[in-house]
């Protein structure tokens, strides 16, 4: 299920997040989806979706944190 555009990310995505650090989030989650399509590529007993958002919000993390309840680049 990887997303074609940024408008089709999970609301709890869309509603928080900046432009870019939106972008960011998709392409992580599309390379998650297709890198760990074998279960013996990912951790525990997750599923491939959840592996997914784990890697696209810790690509987020990399360039934004948030403060308050906003997200911010990073300086």
């Not at 432009?19 to 392409?27: D, G, L, N, Q, S």
């Not at 592996?51 to 696209?56: E, G, S």
């Amino acid at each position: 299920m990887p997303y074609d555009t940024i408008e089709e990310l999970p609301e709890n995505v869309k509603n928080v997040l900046p432009k870019h650090a939106r972008e960011i989030y998709r392409a992580a989650f599309n390379n998650a989806w297709d890198e760990y399509k074998d279960p013996d590529d990912r951790r525990g007993h997750a599923s491939r979706e959840e592996t997914a958002h784990k890697v696209a919000w810790a690509a987020v993390k990399k360039e934004y944190e948030k403060s308050g309840d906003e997200w911010r680049k990073k300086s």
